[in-house]
C-alpha cells in the first residue's frame, strides 16, 4: 500500500534498523521503543492484522518469533520480554499493518501494561465457552 510506513520500510524506500530479513518477513528495532532493543517483526506483503493474515503465516511468524527472542536474551540479557500485537484503534493499533512487538523487559524498567481483571460466574466463563466453542 502506497500509504502504509511499514510497506515503505519493507520496500526500502524509508530507512530502517533491520536486524534480519527474509523472503516472507523484515525484523525492525523500532524506532519509538518502549525499551532499549524493542523489535518489530513486519510481514512484507501487506495485511491489516491478525484477522486478516494466512493462518500459516501466521504460524511461520511465530516461529521466527521465538528464534529472534532467543537471539535477543542471549545478546541483551534479559530474562522477561513482552510479546505484542495490536488489532485495531480500540486496541492500540497505530499503524494498520500486522506487526509483532518483541519488548524486552527488565526489574524495575518502568513499564507497565496494564487491565483490570473481570471477575466472572462460572456461567459467564461456560456461556463463552461454548460460544466460542461452536464457532470454532
Same mark, same amino acid.
Given at each position: 500500500? &502506497? /500509504?502504509?510506513? +511499514?510497506?515503505?520500510?519493507?520496500?526500502?524506500?524509508?530507512? &530502517?534498523?533491520?536486524?534480519?530479513?527474509?523472503?516472507? $518477513?523484515?525484523?525492525?528495532?523500532?524506532?519509538?521503543?518502549?525499551?532499549?532493543?524493542?523489535?518489530?517483526?513486519?510481514?512484507?506483503?501487506?495485511?491489516?492484522?491478525? $484477522?486478516?493474515?494466512?493462518?500459516?503465516?501466521?504460524?511461520?511468524? $511465530?516461529?521466527?518469533?521465538?528464534?529472534?527472542?532467543?537471539?535477543?536474551?542471549?545478546?541483551?540479557?534479559?530474562?522477561?520480554?513482552?510479546?505484542?500485537?495490536?488489532?485495531? =484503534?480500540?486496541?492500540?493499533? =497505530?499503524? $494498520?499493518? +500486522?506487526?509483532?512487538?518483541?519488548?524486552?523487559?527488565?526489574?524495575?524498567?518502568?513499564?507497565?501494561?496494564?487491565? =483490570?481483571?473481570? /471477575?466472572?460466574? /462460572?456461567?459467564?466463563?461456560?456461556?463463552?465457552?461454548?460460544?466460542?466453542?461452536?464457532?470454532?
Amino acid at each position: 500500500m &502506497s /500509504d502504509c510506513i +511499514f510497506c515503505k520500510i519493507v520496500a526500502g524506500e524509508i530507512p &530502517s534498523a533491520t536486524i534480519y530479513e527474509n523472503e516472507e $518477513f523484515k525484523v525492525i528495532l523500532d524506532r519509538f521503543p518502549a525499551n532499549e532493543g524493542h523489535v518489530l517483526i513486519l510481514p512484507k506483503a501487506h495485511t491489516p492484522n491478525i $484477522f486478516e493474515i494466512a493462518p500459516e503465516q501466521a504460524g511461520r511468524l $511465530f516461529a521466527l518469533a521465538a528464534k529472534i527472542a532467543r537471539a535477543m536474551q542471549a545478546e541483551l540479557k534479559f530474562e522477561h520480554m513482552n510479546v505484542m500485537q495490536n488489532n485495531g =484503534t480500540v486496541a492500540g493499533q =497505530t499503524v $494498520f499493518h +500486522f506487526h509483532l512487538h518483541l519488548i524486552p523487559r527488565y526489574e524495575n524498567d518502568g513499564i507497565t501494561i496494564k487491565y =483490570t481483571p473481570m /471477575d466472572l460466574t /462460572d456461567a459467564q466463563i461456560e456461556a463463552m465457552r461454548a460460544k466460542l466453542e461452536k464457532a470454532l
